[in-house]
């Protein structure tokens, strides 16, 4: 017989119903996580944040140090230039927007100048390692947890490449992923910051080591070519390096984020492709040429840049504005209606234009109707250390923190220049305010000198 009451029989069947619903509850709960999971992880427009845990920039020694009158010295021993020729590299050096304490190769000081292989390839070896040396340091990251490198150099492209280079240095470990960029020109760096961008997008939890660097003594120019003897009078010795990370767990000590890149291209038209040009001149000696065209290349470039910027990042009253001349402009043809160009003052703090002279500087600050304040960490940075090629932006950005003007939330745009021809931009948003008192770089000790009256 069974012993069960009705009752005891319907409390059982409703704990079984009730156990039954959590259960089913559970699991269906257990499905939407892994569901949305795995939505997360296959959904493709997920991107991961990208971090600036720190940067150095290489200051050389100072014997490397260079005045204008030891430039020009050095020029004259090799016997090679005429004398119109030196007289238009010191012109050109009045006006450069150089100072007296710019760095040169020690080889390029020389006694004559000792242009070789062997001495370029010391000279960037240098300038890599004291850069990298001085961010591992300031962000404790071991050298073996790297897992990507990127480094670029427009002029010097050695074999075994330059990034092989710096793997042999410190010993990486054997999968480590690694790129050399060369023949980009001085907009390169920001070329090998969006290329480590996009490989931390699909290799998760790790670092990448961005070295962006020019090499003097490979690009030294002994012919008489004027269009190619600008390039001695405004290049000189520099490098950065850039530690990124996709670690969500190095957002609380990392400096910055990145939030845009923005490149572009116009080198499908053959006048902004020629504007300069690696080649020999008509005596076989190799130089870079910077033509005529080089400035409306620039201008053409800029154009489409922070046309495709603005969309990112300008304020909607300033994109209406905008695209209400554009409409103007394309109606009304036969009208002369100036071309609107959007204030990006509303939309940066800082400001990082690439030091690619005095002229390139003049003409931004006009185009974008720009401060004497903006422009301080341009024209500061071509005076104290010259056009550092690719890595001058961050040689400003450097500037803007030893002055201690970086405060939580800050955009900075760093904006470059290169041989193809093409502009590129990066757009950082500071997760911290950078103390100067705490934070050291190549400009701590001299920083009360800037800004200085630019002597032309």
Not at 184 to 205: F, K, T, Y
Request: glycine share 6%.
């Amino acid at each position: 017989m069974f012993s069960n009451s009705p009752t005891t029989l319907i409390q059982e069947t409703s704990h079984h119903n009730i156990s039954l619903s959590l259960w089913w509850l559970t699991t269906f709960h257990l499905i939407i996580i892994i569901i949305t999971i795995i939505i997360i992880i296959m959904n493709p427009k997920r991107r991961r944040h990208v971090y600036l845990l720190d940067f150095a920039c290489y200051k050389p020694n100072p014997k490397c140090m260079c005045t204008k009158d030891m430039f020009l010295q050095c020029l004259k021993s090799t016997g090679r230039f005429q004398d119109e020729s030196l007289d238009f590299q010191r012109k050109i050096l009045d006006k450069s927007g150089l100072g007296q304490r710019t760095h040169m190769p020690e080889a390029l000081l020389e006694i004559p100048p000792n242009i070789c292989l062997a001495e370029a390839a010391k000279e960037t070896e240098s300038v890599m390692v004291g850069a990298i040396d001085e961010v591992l340091m300031k962000t404790k990251v071991k050298a073996e947890e790297i897992g990507i490198i990127v480094t670029n150099c427009s002029l010097l492209n050695t074999t075994p490449s330059l990034s092989s280079m710096v793997v042999n240095h410190y010993r990486l470990k054997d999968d480590i992923l690694s790129y050399n960029l060369s023949g980009m020109g001085c907009s390169a760096g920001l070329v090998a910051i969006d290329l480590a961008e996009r490989l931390l997008q699909v290799h998760p939890n790790s670092y990448a080591l961005v070295i962006s660097t020019e090499n003097i003594n490979g690009g030294s120019y002994t012919g008489n070519n004027r269009s190619m003897l600008l390039s001695n009078c405004l290049f000189r010795m520099g490098g950065a390096a850039v530690l990124l990370s996709n670690l969500n767990s190095d957002s609380n000590r990392s400096k910055y984020y990145l939030k845009h890149i923005v490149r572009t291209h116009k080198g499908s038209q053959d006048y902004c492709y020629n504007s300069v040009m690696q080649k020999e001149d008509d005596d076989n000696i190799t130089g870079v040429a910077l033509s005529k065209d080089i400035m409306s290349s620039a201008g053409q470039a800029l154009k489409a840049n922070i046309s495709t910027l603005g969309i990112y990042v300008l304020p909607r009253m300033e994109q209406l504005k905008f695209l209400l001349n554009l409409i103007a402009r394309k109606s009304f043809k036969k009208m002369v209606i100036k071309c609107y160009t959007p204030d990006f003052k509303l939309a940066f703090e800082h400001f990082c234009i690439h030091t690619g002279g005095k002229a390139v500087q003049d003409e931004m600050q006009k185009t974008l109707e720009l401060s004497d304040w903006h422009m301080e960490p341009s024209r500061m940075s071509l005076y104290r250390y010259g056009n550092t090629s690719s890595s001058s932006v961050w040689y400003e950005l450097a500037y803007c923190e030893a002055k201690g003007r970086i405060k939580k939330g800050n955009r900075i745009w760093q904006i470059a220049f290169g041989s193809g021809f093409k502009c590129n931009s990066a757009v950082w948003c500071a997760l911290r305010t950078i103390d100067p008192k705490d934070e050291k770089n190549l400009w701590t000790n001299e920083i009360s000198e800037f800004p200085t009256d630019i002597e032309n």
